[in-house]
């Protein structure tokens, strides 16, 4: 079992920044790989970013490609997703979610192929 939680959320105006921590214990968590979602008011939970085992991978949804930077501590056990230049359309819950992988560089995109998730963390953005 692996627990995450999600902190770093609130409320920013449009054109600010946030950083985002999912915090996981329990299994050795550089045996993941991990990854964040959001979910807007009325809409299907979507992809936002992944990044491999090793760090040595990461994809971005094109909506954040250029704003949000995905990263990890494998010695902290955390994993952050530093964003800026944010707009309202990135007002969400945003969940971070972790796959056991023997992949070092593989990196997942679809909610199915992640095994553990964190209750999530609102992000608002007010223009």
């Known amino acids: 079992q692996v627990q995450l939680v999600e902190s770093g959320g609130g409320l920013v105006q449009a054109g600010g920044s946030l950083r985002l921590s999912c915090a996981a214990s329990?299994?050795?968590?550089?045996?993941?790989?991990m990854g964040w979602f959001r979910q807007a008011p009325g809409k299907e939970r979507e992809f936002v970013a992944t990044i491999s085992r090793s760090a040595g991978r990461t994809d971005y949804a094109d909506s954040v490609k250029a704003r949000f930077t995905i990263s990890r501590d494998n010695a902290k056990n955390t994993v952050y997703l530093q964003m800026i230049s944010l707009k309202p359309e990135d007002t969400a819950v945003y969940y971070c979610?972790?796959?056991?992988?023997?992949?070092?560089?593989?990196?997942?995109?679809?909610?199915?192929?992640?095994?553990?998730w964190g209750q999530g963390t609102q992000v608002t953005v007010s223009s």
């Open positions: 979610a972790a796959r056991s992988t023997t992949g070092l560089s593989f990196t997942y995109k679809r909610e199915y192929e992640y095994d553990y």
């Open positions: 329990g299994r050795t968590f550089s045996g993941y790989a």
